[in-house]
């Protein structure tokens, strides 16, 4: 059945989907990793591109939402560090 709820903030968890590149990808050229995940370390979670940050699905592929939830966290200290130049988030 098709119904509508309203709402004022949407979030889509889609575990064990592989990233899309068409869009935001190709147009970035973000370099990718040998299975076609966005290349980032898992220590500042930079991509290949300047101020683009990754985590969760789209850098270490299919898994679980446990990490995804972790490596969120990670890369929000990450970013905090790169904006502020150090961070109070934990690891």
Known sequence: TEFHIKAD???????????VHEGAV?????????RGNIEASDRDYATSIGKVFVAGDMR????????????????????????????????
């Open 26 to 34: 190709e147009e970035l050229s973000l370099k990718l990793d040998a």
């Open 60 to 91: 270490r592929g299919q898994s679980l939402v446990v990490w995804a939830i972790r490596e969120g966290r990670q890369c929000a200290r990450a970013v905090d560090e790169y904006l502020m130049g150090c961070s109070d988030l934990p690891r």
């Open 9 to 19: 903030l949407v979030l889509l968890a889609m575990g064990f989907v592989h990233p």
